[in-house]
């Protein structure tokens, strides 16, 4: 299931998404790249399961903090 589609500016996609396989349920990012009108999936994704996954939430919040014209320094 396809959580979160975030188009980048090259044209490629990051896909963010919820997967089961062989009953495990775990979150997937994958980098999808236009291919002749169609997005094909790169070989490396990115694979969360459960502290992973708030682990990566939390650096993505402190990064913007840090990132933020109020707050920290570009």
Not at 14 to 42: L, M
């Amino acid at each position: 299931m396809i959580i979160k589609k975030i188009i980048m500016s090259n044209g490629s996609e990051i896909r963010i998404s919820k997967d089961v396989v062989n009953g495990k349920a775990f979150i997937q990012i994958k980098i999808w790249e236009e291919d002749n009108g169609s997005f094909k999936p790169t070989n490396r994704p990115i694979v969360l399961i459960g502290e992973a996954l708030i682990d990566l939430i939390n650096g993505l919040e402190l990064s913007q903090y840090l990132e933020s014209d109020m707050f920290g320094e570009a």
